[in-house]
């Protein structure tokens, strides 16, 4: 992730799209789903800020 703040998930989506480190899953504007190797991650955006959690699949 190059930028500090965003004004929307679709500019960190096309920007984890073209890194390509990152596959993504799925995304509905709300939220990012990704995979990295075997993890998982969400993410969110609030007030600019992207927020990045790991799920586990138990």
């Known amino acids: 992730m190059l930028r500090k ?3 929307s998930l ?3 989506k ?3 799209k073209r890194e390509g ?3 993504i899953l ?3 504007g709300a939220s990012l789903i990704t ?3 075997r ?3 969400v993410y ?5 800020q992207i927020s990045r959690r790991e799920v586990t699949n138990e």
């Open 5 to 7: 703040t965003y004004n």
């Open 10 to 12: 679709t500019q960190l």
């Open 14 to 16: 096309n920007e984890l």
């Open 21 to 23: 480190k990152e596959k």
């Open 26 to 28: 799925e995304f509905d």
């Open 35 to 37: 995979k990295k190797g």
């Open 39 to 41: 993890k998982t991650f």
């Open 44 to 48: 969110g955006l609030y007030m600019g």
